[in-house]
């Protein structure tokens, strides 16, 4: 069942055995609800304070990734990773995430991300897991050039409902 489901939904030239091996890993052994496949999708807003107006963009990347996170019960830094299954500028089948539990909430994540594959670039974000909507969500914003930067990047599950 999943590796129909995965087949329909990739694009391209597709690793059977990397794909059978995740649809045996869910179909084996007792998941998470955090565990899962998700497509990702960011929403930034651009803003230029310092423009006489105080112009603000928006610019929707819509389902740029998908990637499954699974358990991680070998790394004491981490409950869980990402393995990319495709992404613009990422290598499929390697580690873009890795989560870690928030001791003082079941759904807060704290999250090692690469933002950039080629440059080595990290960054460390929360997440909250929204189990009724089977998503992850956050929130953060950044500063460049005078520019400001606010990003909601939300993860939605697709497998298993």
Known sequence: MLFIIWSTLSYGQRDVGF???IESYFLNNKTD???GLYTISD???VSYPWYYSSSNDTIDHNYWAKVVIIKDSTNL???YYELVIEAEGFEAKKVRA???KIKDSPLLFASKQIDNQKKNIYATRV???VKDEEKLFAQY???KGGVIYKRERTY??????
């Not at 939605?156 to 409902?161: E, G, H, R, V």
């Open 19 to 21: 794909s059978r091996a």
């Open 33 to 35: 609800a955090i565990e």
């Open 43 to 45: 929403k930034t807003v």
């Open 77 to 79: 830094t981490r409950n």
């Open 98 to 100: 890795e989560f870690l």
């Open 127 to 129: 997440f909250e897991f």
């Open 141 to 143: 914003q950044w500063e």
């Open 156 to 161: 939605m599950k697709y497998y298993p409902k």
